[in-house]
C-alpha cells in the first residue's frame, strides 16, 4: 500500500522565481491538505483540496495556489518566491467522510529560495 | 493568543523515566485531537487519536480535558527511540476539517 508520495524531495530556487511541488495521496484517500514547516516551527495549514476544489485556507497570500486532479493528486504552486518561503512542504492524505480526520504525512519538499 | 499552545521544550529525561506533556487549545468548539510524533528532518507521523474517554497505546496515555481545553501525552519508561518532537493537533468544527498544529515539544531521552 502506497503512502503518501511528493516531489520533488529537494529544490533551490531564486527570488522572484515561481515553483510548482506535486503529491499523490495515500491509496484511498479523497483529500490533500498541504502545510509549510519553517525551522523550528509546527507545520502551518495552507490549504485543502476535495473534489478538486479548495474547500480551506489558512493564512497565506494569494501567491499560493494549488491544483487537485481526478485522480486526487495534487499540485502546490508558489508564485514571486520570497526569501521567507523557504520551508519544508508537507502534503498530507485523508478521507472526507472519516469522522477523526487521521492525516497521513508524505515525506515533504525542502524549498531553500536564495 | 496561539490557536494551540505547546512547551517546545526541550525536556530531556533518563531513560525509564516517565514523562508528561501539555498541550492548550483555544478553541472550545475544537472537535478533534491528535498527538504526533516528528523526527529531525522528517515528516509528522500519527501516533495516536486522543478520545474523549483517555486511550492508551503501550508505554504511551492521551487524555482530554474538554472543561480546561487542553490534551496531555504521558510516556513511561522513555526509550532512547521516543526522542523526537511531538507535535499536538487540533481539528475545528466546520465541513472541511482544518487542522492546527502546536509547534512541537522537543524531548531527548538520554542513557
Known amino acids: 500500500d502506497a503512502g503518501v508520495t511528493q516531489s520533488p524531495t529537494h529544490l533551490i530556487k531564486t527570488r522572484g522565481q515561481q515553483v510548482t511541488l506535486r503529491c499523490s495521496p495515500k491509496?484511498?484517500?479523497?483529500?490533500v491538505s498541504w502545510y509549510q514547516q519553517a525551522l523550528g516551527q509546527g507545520p502551518q495549514f495552507i490549504f485543502q483540496y476535495y473534489e478538486e476544489e479548495e474547500r480551506q485556507r489558512g493564512n497565506f497570500p494569494d501567491r499560493f495556489s494549488g491544483h487537485q486532479f481526478p485522480n486526487y493528486s495534487s499540485e502546490l504552486n508558489v508564485n514571486a518566491l520570497l526569501l521567507g518561503d523557504s520551508a519544508l512542504y508537507l502534503c498530507?492524505?485523508?478521507?472526507?467522510?472519516?469522522?477523526?480526520?487521521?492525516?497521513?504525512f508524505g515525506p515533504g519538499t525542502r524549498l531553500t529560495v536564495t | 493568543r496561539k490557536e494551540v499552545e505547546q512547551d517546545p521544550g526541550p525536556f530531556n529525561v533518563p531513560e525509564g523515566a516517565t514523562v508528561a506533556f501539555n498541550c492548550t487549545y483555544s478553541n472550545s468548539a475544537s472537535q478533534s485531537f491528535f498527538w504526533y510524533r516528528q523526527d529531525c528532518r522528517k515528516e509528522p507521523k500519527l501516533l495516536m487519536s486522543v478520545y474523549s474517554s483517555g486511550n492508551e497505546d503501550g508505554r504511551f496515555t492521551a487524555q482530554l480535558n474538554r472543561a480546561s481545553q487542553y490534551i496531555s501525552l504521558l510516556i513511561r519508561d522513555s526509550k532512547l527511540s521516543d526522542s523526537a518532537t511531538y507535535l499536538c493537533v487540533v481539528r475545528n468544527s466546520g465541513g472541511y476539517q482544518k487542522v492546527t498544529f502546536g509547534i512541537g515539544t522537543k524531548l531527548q531521552v538520554i542513557p
Open positions: 498530507a492524505s485523508g478521507l472526507r467522510d472519516r469522522g477523526s480526520y487521521e492525516q497521513y
Open positions: 491509496s484511498g484517500h479523497d483529500t
